[in-house]
């Protein structure tokens, strides 16, 4: 049984960094995709970033390009998500979510593992 276990939330001013990790385990990542999503009150799930295990392609939403970074670690199997230059509408609780392929999707429908997640709040 795959697990994902989010760490680092929490609450910041606007303009501040945060780093979101997720810890895998229960099976080898290999080269399959792992996303950030996140979901504000009141709003639908929404796609952040993603990479491939390889690390060879990452994708981000346009929202954050350019301000968050996704990375993994393969040593320790977790993904990283480096959020700069926060903003109060980046404030949402994250999850991050591994599926059975390698390809990168947007999409939280393909995604089969998710974690429980974690708070950003970042003030204004």
């Known amino acids: 049984q795959v697990q994902l276990v989010e760490s680092g939330g929490g609450l910041v001013q606007a303009g501040g960094s945060l780093r979101l990790s997720c810890a895998v385990s229960g099976r080898t990542l290999s080269n399959y995709a792992m996303g950030w999503f996140r979901q504000a009150p009141g709003k639908e799930r929404e796609f952040v970033a993603a990479i491939r295990w390889s690390g060879a392609y990452t994708s981000y939403a346009n929202s954050v390009k350019g301000r968050f970074t996704i990375s993994r670690e393969g040593a320790k199997n977790t993904v990283y998500l480096q959020m700069s230059s926060l903003k109060p509408e980046d404030t949402a609780v994250y999850y991050c979510?591994?599926?059975?392929?390698?390809?990168?999707?947007?999409?939280?429908?393909?995604?089969?593992?998710w974690g429980q997640g974690t708070q950003v709040t970042v003030s204004s």
């Open positions: 979510a591994t599926r059975l392929s390698s390809v990168l999707d947007t999409r939280p429908d393909v995604y089969a593992y």
